[in-house]
């Protein structure tokens, strides 16, 4: 069964440490996606990459970044994490660009910040 | 700039019920339509999706959705509700010319025994 894992489902951090969100996919997919999900916001596109070493900005890239080294993998950093950045984040693959055969998603990291 | 509204944040609905989940988007060129539904504590599953051709689409689990160009909306319905049908169910758009996915707000559906 094809997936997309996240390595962590909850996670606490304090404010101002340096946290690493890592998500990897069996599915040989180019297009990786890091989204964070806030109620009552729906999903917003932090980054994504399309190919390794390829990054571009999404609509809320302030406060993240990310590195793709390999196909299979693509990690999401918050330099600095601040309270605001407590969220459901989650990471997806796609076969083509924009997700025309759909998106999949991994199930998805609780962070807290505190 | 492409929206996708969702005009209902919660939808309860009694089990056995007709459910509509109701999206509308804004494009003035061709899309591609997605339902995607998150069930508590897990992340999105693709339910289903129209590319092209009918207009009514249908996913394994009795949901089905109509293409309606002229009021661009994807509506999902389903005629009789269970309880494994309490979940998030977010819209999404894309258009067809290679851009990314907009999803909607969500919408959030609990199906009362």
């Known amino acids: 069964d094809v997936k997309v894992t996240q390595s962590s489902r909850y996670l606490v951090k304090r404010t101002g440490e340096k946290v690493f969100l890592e998500c990897v996919q069996d599915?040989?997919?180019?297009?990786m996606f890091w989204y964070r999900q806030d109620p009552g916001l729906g999903l917003r596109l932090i980054y994504f990459?399309?190919?390794?070493?390829?990054?571009e900005k999404g609509d809320i890239p302030e406060g993240y970044s990310v590195s793709r080294e390999k196909k299979e993998r693509f990690s999401l950093i918050l330099e600095s994490a601040s309270t605001n950045q407590t969220s459901m984040y989650l990471c997806a693959s796609s076969f083509l660009k924009a997700g025309s055969y759909g998106y999949t998603f991994g199930s998805g990291t609780r962070l807290t910040v505190v | 700039a492409q929206s996708v509204t969702q005009l209902d944040s919660q939808v309860p609905v009694f089990e056995e019920a007709p459910v509509e989940l109701r999206c509308n988007y804004s494009s003035s060129v061709s899309v591609y339509l997605f339902w995607y539904v998150q069930y508590p504590n897990q992340g999105l599953q693709l339910l289903l999706k129209y590319l092209s051709g009918s207009t009514l689409v249908e996913s394994i689990n009795g949901f089905e959705a109509e293409f309606n160009k002229s009021q661009t909306s994807f509506h999902l319905r389903k005629p009789s509700v269970h309880i494994s049908d309490t979940a998030e169910y977010f819209c999404a758009v894309v258009k067809t010319s290679y851009d990314k996915v907009i999803f909607g707000p969500g919408t959030s559906l609990s199906v009362i025994p």
């Open positions: 990459s399309y190919d390794v070493k390829m990054k």
């Open positions: 599915m040989d997919h180019e297009n």
